[in-house]
């Protein structure tokens, strides 16, 4: 953990302890924001027609549920552990560089519950279901019966935003309720500058760094606010 916060240029600067039946850890992060333009990079500020990137590969949830259950891989659950460990503030000043227009990560929501938080009134979205970047072994666990505690809530609380949710039995569609721990970035940046930011996330080391879909004008009352190809 000192580590990890040395990098960050966060001091440890006290503790508690406590006992119980298994091992655990965990931190409260005190800071104050900051941003080169001296602007904070919202949620929503995204426009129609702006491209959406993601710079890390989802899995992290489904794959340590198959863990707890002894059925996933250990080079998968390295993986995916390696994944964590990766800052997202190389990626963060990067979308500061290339203007991104809003951002957030991907926790426990999954990547469809942060998206929703995304879209503003009168915008929807579309996600390309094969572009997504995915953690070796999720997919196989998905098909095998596998989900995280938090999947069926997320798929509860935002599935029926999705067109066609009747069909959700296709696993990369499910992995869009996965809750991720220590998930990439969602950055919407206008299409002219997509590229770019990718380039330079993967050549950052966001190796998995991918667009994986766009910001749309809403043209419907319905529900349906992401559309899935």
Known sequence: ALHEFAAVNCQLSG????QGPELSLGFTV????????GKLLGKVGAAPGDQLILTKPLGTGVLFAGHMQLA????????AASA????????????????????????????LGHLLEML????AARLELAALP????AIQQIHGGVVSTMHDAN???????????????????QILFDPQTSGGLLIAIPANRAPALCEALQNSGYREARIIGEILARTSSRSTLVQLD
């Open 120 to 123: 503003a009134q009168g915008h």
């Open 134 to 137: 995915l953690l070796n072994g």
């Open 72 to 79: 996933a891989d250990g080079r998968d659950v390295s993986a």
């Open 15 to 18: 503790g508690h302890s406590m």
């Open 155 to 173: 798929q509860r609380a935002g599935g029926h935003f999705l067109a066609h949710a009747e069909l959700l039995d296709n696993a990369r569609k």
């Open 30 to 37: 005190n800071g104050v924001p900051i941003a080169a333009d």
């Open 84 to 111: 964590m460990l990766q800052s997202n503030s190389a990626a963060a000043e990067l979308a500061l560089m290339h203007r991104a227009t809003a951002c957030t990560d991907i926790t426990g929501f999954g990547l």
